[in-house]
């Protein structure tokens, strides 16, 4: 159960899987998360689902770099 207090984190999901169906269900679960409103840490290398996500979604996209 996801609460609007509820914080998810997730970690690369969808890999291993080929681009298409990997970013598949990252948008999914993106799009499901985003209607319950709860604060979401979501890591992920499908740089498509970015551009697609900030149009869509009302979400902030951060980028974290390592020194």
Not at 7 to 19: A, H, Q, S, Y
Not at 31 to 36: A, G, I, N, R
């Amino acid at each position: 159960v996801i609460f609007f207090r509820s914080l998810v984190l997730i970690d690369e999901l969808g890999r291993g899987t080929t681009t298409y169906d990997g970013c598949a269900i990252a948008h999914a679960t993106a799009k499901f998360l985003t209607s319950k409103k709860c604060m979401t840490i979501f890591s992920t290398h499908y740089h498509e689902l970015m551009s697609t996500v900030i149009v869509c979604f009302k979400v902030k996209i951060c980028q974290m770099k390592m020194i």
